[in-house]
């Protein structure tokens, strides 16, 4: 039986170090380490956009979806990240950029026509890759608003061919303990898995996202495919993705597993239902810190609440 520890995100928000401070100086000791200070600009940037997809991007924005709010700082979203197997801390740029990206196969399982597998650049030229610029609602009441570039998860789906009797859609990231030491921890439950239904996952909102400011996907964002579902809370939104799984049964995701009490399968955003220690009823955009309040569905209701209708017994906030 596995111990259970008190996730780096349980921490109150005002018990953490400035962001300014900590951001300052993880980025000398960074760029110290890895003897960019001695670099021109131009170079380190080309190591940030150093991914074989780079020509693919920037691609066309799909003008549909509508931000209510500015974007977010690309040194933000790309700097303060959750991403567990490389620490529980936000600073993880650096740990992260020991996953190896290329080669990357993609497993499509479980209830299929025909299970396969598929390369990550095969699996980019098959799909039609759009930017989106959609809001990000992290469970920890801290936002940003991002223009992803990727593609609809249905268009996945429709390739990978489910069953008429799946009914849940099982993700899976990758799990390599030499490159991401949060997974010797034994504590957690690797690997991180996380579900949709088969209806949520071909609503239109569902994206896989793979690049994000005209870019490749950072390593430390969940290069090379991670899902965007904007409309819950960011813990649904799984990183390095290695297998998409068809089901008749719903999977129990990472958090849940971990803290089943705190959350739970469908996590959609909702200010009114508190998280058991701490408020939903706003959140704090990175970068500027400005609060701003809370949306039922993050704001995407329109697009999503049909999905819900039927399943209010359910506890769809948590
Ligand atoms: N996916 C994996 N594999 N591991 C993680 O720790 N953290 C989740 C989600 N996906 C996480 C993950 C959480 S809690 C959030 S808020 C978002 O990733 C953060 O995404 P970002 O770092 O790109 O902002």
Not at 140 to 148: K, Q, T
Not at 210 to 215: A, F, M, N, S
Not at 298 to 307: H, I, K
């Amino acid at each position: 039986m596995w111990v259970h520890r008190r996730p780096g995100w349980r921490l109150k928000e005002s018990a953490a170090t400035d962001e300014s401070v900590y951001l300052n100086r993880r980025q000398l000791v960074a760029g110290i380490a890895a003897g960019s200070m001695l670099l021109p600009q131009a170079a380190q940037a080309q190591r940030v956009t150093d991914d074989p997809s780079a020509k693919l991007y920037p691609v066309k924005r799909n003008e549909k979806y509508k931000l209510d709010r500015p974007l977010t700082d690309e040194k933000e979203a790309t700097t303060y990240n959750n991403f567990y197997e490389f620490g529980t801390s936000k600073s993880i740029v650096r740990a992260a950029q020991e996953l190896k990206i290329r080669p990357w196969t993609l497993k499509i399982a479980g209830m299929v026509e025909k299970p396969f597998d598929i390369g990550i650049d095969d699996l980019l030229a098959k799909m039609p890759l759009e930017e989106r610029l959609y809001r990000h609602r992290c469970v920890e009441a801290w936002a940003m608003a991002v223009p992803w570039s990727g593609f609809p998860l249905k268009a996945l789906v429709d390739l990978a061919k489910p069953l008429g009797s799946a009914k849940y859609v099982v993700m899976t990231t990758f799990m390599d303990p030499s490159v991401a030491p949060g997974q010797k921890q034994f504590f957690y439950p690797w690997p991180y898995v996380e579900g949709l239904t088969v209806a949520e996952a071909t609503n239109e909102l569902a994206f896989i996202a793979t690049g994000i400011y005209g870019k490749p996907m950072p390593k430390q964002n969940g290069s090379p495919l991670r899902l965007a579902v904007p409309w819950k809370y960011g813990f649904k939104s799984i990183k390095s993705i290695v297998k998409l799984e068809f089901s008749d049964k719903r999977p129990t995701s990472y958090w849940e597993a971990a803290q089943g009490s705190e959350y739970g399968f469908w996590a959609n955003v909702h200010p009114a239902f508190p998280h058991p220690r701490w408020s939903q009823e706003s959140e704090r955009m990175l970068g500027t810190n400005e609060r701003v309040p809370t949306q039922v569905f993050n704001g995407y209701g329109e697009f999503v609440g049909d999905l819900y209708k039927g399943l209010e017994k359910e506890r769809l906030w948590a």
